[in-house]
């Protein structure tokens, strides 16, 4: 919700889609700093982390909805709300196996990755609606309320088995280089990571050109602009049959394939509804690709650096996004919402084929990872 709104007050106060590009950009650089948070991941205990982020979460989402600055005001504060959260999802993955079985593992981050989309799939439709009748500020207020009411429930989470080897403890900036050596020098997690963010630094981009699409191209409102970043996010009834079918890695780049491939034909759509269609296809796959990834992420590292590279998978992510939304603003400026789609699409396609390449080349080594 505070995402849209936020979309939509820069649209509505700028008008450009550069300005709209900053700001997304703004909230998915602080990402470059998950080789320090993976290690703030794995050393402090989960519960705690996750109170202490959302707390400070709630205290920006609160001045945001209270003084809803300048452009440049609100864009350091956004960049402040995301890097305050960069450790977290490292956290949360974290925990994930230390409370559920292996084989329940695709299903437990299917559950996670789906409930994250049922929030896109509800949050955007009613910032709308709340933006139209009152602004931006009603939606960063209830944002700033929804950090301090699952502080409680983090404070119940479970800590991972406490690591009992004597051995002293090393400095942040070598347990930070120890994650990222291990990304960069495991071919089966490098297969994974990099067709990952080739995949997202084209598909991020879409939430940044949809509401263009929608105001531009269509001359529709608020309330369709949030209806169509809705659309992608029912994938999770097709997660575990998909798995199950193909396995983690197929169900993987089959993920990679179908968000591009739902980004080609928004390119195409006619109207609004075939737009909505066609994302609705493409959030078939989100849930799909990220819990698969995250599950062959667990299978494969070692429990002690798991938070780390998982942030640092998940930074990277973050990185490609950024520079995504910092090359479509001024894309579709120049040229439009459509073409800027037809870019995304044939992109991510490409991240696909790399995924699948490098992932066909690290099976052949020995000590290839989890299928």
């Known amino acids: 919700m505070a995402t849209t709104a936020l979309i939509l007050h820069v649209q509505r106060t700028t008008g450009s889609a550069t300005a709209v590009g900053l700001l ?10 998950a080789p320090l948070a993976g290690v703030i991941a794995d050393r402090f205990s989960p519960g705690r982390l996750l109170a202490a982020g959302w707390l400070a979460q709630a205290a920006l989402a609160g001045f945001l909805a209270l003084l809803l600055p300048p452009l440049g005001a609100l864009l350091a504060v956004v960049f402040a709300l995301a890097l305050a ?3 977290l999802s490292a956290a949360v993955g974290r925990c994930i196996p230390a409370v559920v079985a292996d084989d329940d593992l695709v299903a437990a981050n299917a559950l996670r990755s789906g409930v994250q989309e049922l929030g896109t799939a509800l949050g ?5 609606l709340l933006f139209a ?7 960063l207020a209830l944002d700033a309320l929804t950090f301090l009411v699952v502080i409680p429930l983090a404070l119940r989470l479970p800590a991972p088995p406490p690591d009992t080897g004597v051995r002293p403890r090393p400095s942040f900036a070598r347990d930070a280089r120890d994650g990222l050596a291990f990304v960069w020098r495991t071919p089966y997690v490098l297969a994974v ?10 598909s991020a981009p879409d939430d940044h050109i949809l509401p263009f699409l929608a105001t531009v191209t269509f001359r529709a409102g608020p309330v369709a602009v949030g209806v169509l970043l809705a659309a992608a996010a029912a994938g999770l009834p097709v997660v575990r049959p998909a798995g199950r079918r193909l ?3 197929g169900a993987i780049v089959a993920g990679f394939v179908i968000i591009a491939t739902g980004n080609l034909l928004t390119a195409a759509a006619p109207a609004l509804v075939a737009a909505f269609a066609a994302q609705l296809l493409r959030g078939l796959a989100i849930p799909l690709a990220d819990s698969h990834v995250t599950t062959y992420l667990q299978r494969t590292t070692p429990p002690q650096l798991l938070g780390r590279v998982l942030a640092n998978v998940y930074g990277g992510v973050g990185v490609a996004a950024a520079a995504g939304y910092l090359i479509a603003g001024p ?3 120049a040229t439009s919402p459509r073409w800027a789609f037809v870019m995304v699409g044939s992109g991510g396609l490409a991240g696909a084929a790399i995924t699948a390449v490098l992932l066909r ?9 989890s299928r």
């Open 124 to 128: 955007p439709p009613l910032a709308g």
């Open 133 to 139: 009748a009152s602004g931006a500020r009603l939606v």
């Open 331 to 333: 894309l579709v400026d």
């Open 247 to 249: 396995g983690v890695t």
């Open 193 to 202: 990571a990099l067709g990952f963010w080739v995949v997202v630094l084209f």
């Open 24 to 33: 997304l950009f703004a909230q998915a650089i602080p990402p470059l700093a």
């Open 361 to 369: 080349k690290a099976r052949r080594q020995p000590g290839a990872g």
């Open 85 to 87: 959260g960069t450790p």
